[in-house]
């Protein structure tokens, strides 16, 4: 899964982020009903600025529209934590 860690960091450096951590955590998920379907468990904490004024919902939406395709099949489940600089 290495490769979707990269993936998923690549794709993300166009919210120009000042700091970006996933967590593959498939592991933990090892036998789970959806897991056997392909795609792994990662959570991620992203601080940018392109979160300013947004809330929760719509910070979701742009962490999943950047990452695209691989939230149809690389990535099976993301627990999101998306924050701005301010809110450190």
Known sequence: MTDT???IHQRLQ???PEN???FDESAQHAGHAG???GGGHYRL???ARQFSGLNAV???RLVYQTL???????VHALAITALT???L
């Open 68 to 74: 695209g395709d691989l939230m149809h099949g690389r």
């Open 5 to 7: 860690l990269e993936a």
């Open 45 to 47: 904490v992203i601080v």
């Open 35 to 37: 897991a056997a379907g």
């Open 20 to 22: 970006v951590e996933v």
């Open 14 to 16: 166009a919210l120009q």
């Open 85 to 87: 600089p301010e809110e």
């Open 58 to 60: 719509a910070r979701h």
